[in-house]
């Protein structure tokens, strides 16, 4: 065996081993890379779930200041059930004091006149029973003012109880009004008097007439509708709070527009005070109405007065539809079998009415009769009556 031959066993034997190291480090290389590329994705799993966790933390922290407004709202509301409750008491407890006063002289007077009876065994016998028939009414009036105190508190309670479920009846009646109603909402120029109204939503024409004047014709109408719908959702976002607290009448705490809010400030002087007085009016009534749930709600409108509309004011407007009916079915002016069921709903909730204005007369006339007989106490008395001619006997 010649030199070139060992040589190229000895080149072919050291490329062997050399190659052999080769793929061992190539598999060293490949199991690092894997090790990188599965560390990479661990991290990026890392990274996603405390950005969800994140997320999860942001949300729970808006929905606990969300429960904590409506806990305000709804210990506000529960404050002044207890006002209005320790009122009442107070009047209880006056009227009682005064029937305990009361009762305290006729006994008092009882102890002199037994007294005084007694001091005078030898008075003739006419002036004992005259004492005596004085000690008997003074019981008797006693017995009746302890009956009276009785059926006041008695009164008191059953008048509470029919209160509230007056205002549970009235507010169904509200509901029924508001569905009987929406049918009939306004397609001319100008609002009815009385009506269905989205309290809560803003009104677009502000909006549109500041835009028309900074805007050209192709642009104007888009941007009124961008500008309308930004402000309405910041008006239902419940984290905006633009209201501050004003005392009135010493006692009495209301909320009104914050006019120092910076959202405000900035709406004011770059839109004007059209679109401001809209955004303000919108926001307060959002607050009065549905400020739990922050979304424009119906209800029965005065839109001539501005104001909330009384279920006395609805039925006039329910008679005053009436006039459209024939024998309980629409005339033409009404198309459609929805467009119908609304107007015979009208007519049957109009008719509802009537019995509501009967109850106000007799609260009314009930109101009158207890001013003349009894206005200082405020009980009921007892009173010899004509009922036939509707006065006293």
């Excluded at 031959?5 to 061992?24: C, P």
């Excluded at 303000?280 to 109405?289: P, W």
Aim: proline share 2%.
């Amino acid at each position: 065996m010649g030199y070139m031959e060992k040589r190229f066993i000895q080149v072919s034997a050291s490329l062997g081993i050399m190659t052999d190291e080769r793929d061992e480090l190539k598999q060293a290389f490949l199991q690092v890379s894997r090790s990188l590329s599965r560390m990479a994705e661990e991290r990026d799993q890392l990274n996603q779930a405390h950005i969800e966790e994140m997320r999860n933390m942001q949300r729970i922290v808006y929905e606990n200041e969300t429960l904590m407004r409506d806990l305000e709202t709804h210990l506000k509301e529960l404050e002044q059930q207890r006002k209005e409750i320790d009122k009442r008491e107070a009047q209880l407890d006056l009227k009682s004091k005064q029937l305990s006063l009361l009762s305290e002289e006729v006994t008092r007077k009882l102890r002199t006149v037994q007294e005084n009876l007694e001091g005078e065994k030898d008075a003739s016998a006419g002036e004992n029973v005259q004492v005596s028939t004085e000690v008997d009414d003074m019981r008797k009036r006693l017995e009746e003012k302890d009956y009276e105190l009785d059926s006041l508190i008695n009164l008191n309670n059953t008048l509470i109880k029919k209160e509230r479920r007056s205002n549970h009846e009235l507010q169904e009646a509200r509901k029924v009004l508001i569905e009987g109603l929406d049918g009939f909402a306004n397609n001319g120029t100008r609002p009815p008097a009385i009506g269905i109204k989205r309290v809560g939503e803003l009104n677009d024409k502000p909006f549109r007439d500041i835009c028309i004047k900074k805007f050209s014709t192709t642009e104007w109408e888009t941007k009124s509708v961008e500008l309308c719908s930004l402000w309405q959702n910041k008006i239902q976002d419940s984290g905006w709070y633009p209201y501050k607290h004003v005392t009135v009448d010493k006692n009495v705490m209301w909320e009104v527009i914050n006019e120092d809010d910076k959202k405000l400030r900035e709406l004011k002087d770059e839109w004007g005070k059209e679109v401001y007085d809209a955004v303000a009016t919108a926001s307060l009534e959002m607050n009065e109405y549905n400020a739990s749930g922050r979304y424009p709600v119906r209800e029965l409108w005065n839109f001539k007065e501005g104001r909330q509309a009384s279920l006395k004011e609805t039925r006039k407007t329910c008679a005053c539809m009436d006039s459209l009916l024939n024998n309980g079915r629409p005339i033409n002016l009404l198309t459609g079998p929805s467009r119908a069921s609304r107007a015979c709903n009208v007519y049957q909730l109009w008719k509802l009415l009537m019995n509501w204005e009967e109850v106000y007369d007799a609260a009314a006339t009930a109101s009158l009769v207890m001013n003349q007989y009894n206005a200082s106490e405020r009980y009921l008395v007892r009173e010899l009556r004509n009922f036939r001619e509707g006065r006293p006997a």
